[in-house]
């Protein structure tokens, strides 16, 4: 009934408010019955304070009278639906239930794809991947903490979770937790305003191994980086394996305390570098057979030439490719690879303008470009006249009587004769298809 | 006689996937409506420049989910300055989140961290993202490089403006939205006589629409040309 109600003043309000406002503040909203009652699950305090403010009342002017004049109570509230956290709440019985019986390890958020054997090992991670698996094999002993650092999108994440499968394939029931740094930070803060701080402590302290991830965003948090502290402390003092991943060289982050800085090289520190040619190849083939694709060698080559910078980068360019090839239904070759990824290699829409194109094609024919406003109508000027506006039609939005009156103030219906006139020639004359081909790539590159 | 005022209801103008007309950017809607899907990519971006049909593709998205009995939410970055970092805490309970303009946060510390701490937890629990920004992720003027290779693992698609043809068809589709007829011939006039590109047609549109309810006359090239 409730939903019934609400789906209604939804409609009413779509009606009434912009697309914007209403896929902003009103479509995030989640309608649920309580006690026969209304009640409106927002994300967050700003939905919340923004929908109370600015459109509650509305809101409850249309119940009323789409409801006959009944005004069910209705509340305000910052929540999930039911649904998911019910979906929530199964899934985490199932995992305390199972682990009980030992049937299904802890998985305390770690991704079972990220192993060693999904790994791409190079020269640029040779090391951090032989420290990596010392870990997996002897967590607490071999090597604590483990500091792994590197640019975005080099593979540490990945590492971590090796790491982590790795220990509960040797031991199923132990207890690996993975979180970034700021969920930490989170769980704390939230921790301190539900006075559960015992219970964040023992949580954390109870692990086999933590895995901590972009430990740069502790930067300037200084609360979390005491608790951080003691928590460290305490897991070292247990044999317990801590391994953290960060952007840069610990000694390097700012806005962290010294204290942790010199800790966290107590254990052993590796770098992992951008990977080179092979290896950039390597990720790719590997990552084609993941989604089943197949890739010929010289568009992996092609691909890792062209996106140098990290991982991530190389994986998108590889979905853009599949993409394309699904949806258009051709096979990934050469050809077909550039074609896809012209656009990752082109920076910015380049802004083509009626002069710019004025002066190239000027240049390209070797002529003034005051002959192409001029009233000259020799074949040598006519025709990049005509080519010029071609392209002033086809590359600008500008409307036509404005692109005349940049011709030397000509009326719209030369424009169009000039354009109609360039299409025919490039169908007949092969010399004017390769101009315009020309011209084309000089003004769009 | 004076002329009759029309009432002041607008009949809004909802982006749906149907009256998207994609012209060269088949393969960006199909790429979209997929994600709504599972089984599609969880995060896509966009970038083209405006009057491209970026908006429309979100709006369409979202409208798309809501029918679904979904819960999905649009942001303006372009309207930051009415929005807070803040607004960005929960959203991976929701079933779609779409980000328009992302280049106007660039350079903005506390967003950028914000757009990056959900783009993680999106990835941990799931629900599609859609991205929409001026350039290519690189280019967009970002500071943090977390973000960046973010955006860039997804699928990225530049989208490609509509050529005329494609424009006088979207013209029409938007004209037929609102209960307007508008012909082929006088659809081809006004691309003959106006700026080009889409918003200002559309604006145009908007202007001929009242003029005509308030003439009430049909969209013919006689009115439109005595209306320019």
Known sequence: MVAALWKKCQDRL?????????????????????????????????????????????????????????LPD?????????????????????????????????RGNLNPDFTFASFVQGKSNQLAHAASQQVGENPGRAYNPLFIYGGVGLGKTHLMHAVGNLILKNKPDARVIYLHSERFVQDMVKALQHRTMDDFKRLYRSVDALLIDDIQFFAGKEQSQEEFFHTFNALLDGQQQVIMTCDRYPKEVKGLEERLKSR???????????????????????????????????????????????????????????????????????????????????????????ENIQKTVAEYYKIRVSDLHSKKRSRSVARPRQIAMYFSKELTSHSLPEIGEAF????????LHGCRKVNELRVSDVRMEEDIHNLLRILTT | MPCQLPLGIVLRDNATF?????????????TVQQTLRSGGEQFVYLWGTAGNGKTHLLHAACHEVSIRGLSPVYLPLAQRHELAPQMLEGLEQLDLVCLDDIQCIAGDEAWEAALFHLYNRLRESGP??????????????????????????????HLQPLDDDAKRQALQ??????????????????????????????ELLDRLDYASLAAQRKLTIPFVRQFL
């Not at chain 1, 009640?39 to 002017?61: C, S, T, W, Y």
């Not at chain 1, 239904?329 to 829409?349: H, M, S, V, W, Y």
């Not at chain 1, 030397?408 to 424009?415: A, E, L, N, V, Y």
Request: aromatic share 6%; with cysteine; charged share 25%.
């Open chain 1, 14 to 70: 779509e009606g009434e408010l912009t697309a914007q406002q209403f896929n902003t503040w009103i479509r995030p909203l989640h309608v649920e019955e309580r006690d026969g009652n209304l009640l409106l699950l927002a994300p967050n305090q700003f939905v919340l304070d923004r929908v109370k403010e600015r459109f509650m009342d509305r809101i409850g002017e249309l119940i009323f009278e789409i409801n006959n004049g009944n």
């Open chain 1, 264 to 354: 966290f090289g107590w254990g052993l520190t590796v770098a992992i570098e951008p990977p080179e040619l092979e290896t950039r190849v390597a990720i790719l083939m590997q990552k084609a057979v993941h989604l089943q694709v197949s890739l010929p060698q010289d568009v992996a080559f092609f691909i890792a030439k062209r996106i140098r910078s990290n991982v991530r980068e190389l994986e998108g360019a590889l979905r853009r490719v599949v993409a394309n090839s699904q949806f258009t239904g051709t096979p990934i070759t050469l050809a077909f690879a550039k074609e896809a990824l012209k656009d990752l290699i082109a920076l910015q829409d380049k802004q083509v303008t009626i």
């Open chain 2, 173 to 202: 589709l938007r004209a037929r939205c609102r209960g307007v007829e508008m012909p082929e011939d006088v659809a081809a006039y006004l691309l003959r006589r106006s700026p080009r590109d889409l918003p200002a047609l559309f």
């Open chain 1, 74 to 106: 209705i509340q305000l509230k910052i929540g999930e639906s039911t649904r998911k956290r019910t979906k929530q709440a199964d899934n985490e019985k199932r995992g305390r239930l199972l682990h009980r019986d030992n049937q299904l390890p802890f």
């Open chain 2, 18 to 30: 149907s009256n998207y007309v994609p012209g060269q950017n088949e393969e960006v809607l199909h």
């Open chain 2, 128 to 157: 599609p993202l859609l991205v929409a920004g001026d350039a290519i992720t690189g280019a967009l003027g970002l500071r943090l490089p977390d973000l960046v290779s973010r955006l860039s693992w997804g699928v990225v698609y």
């Open chain 1, 408 to 415: 030397g103030g000509r009326d719209h219906t030369t424009i």
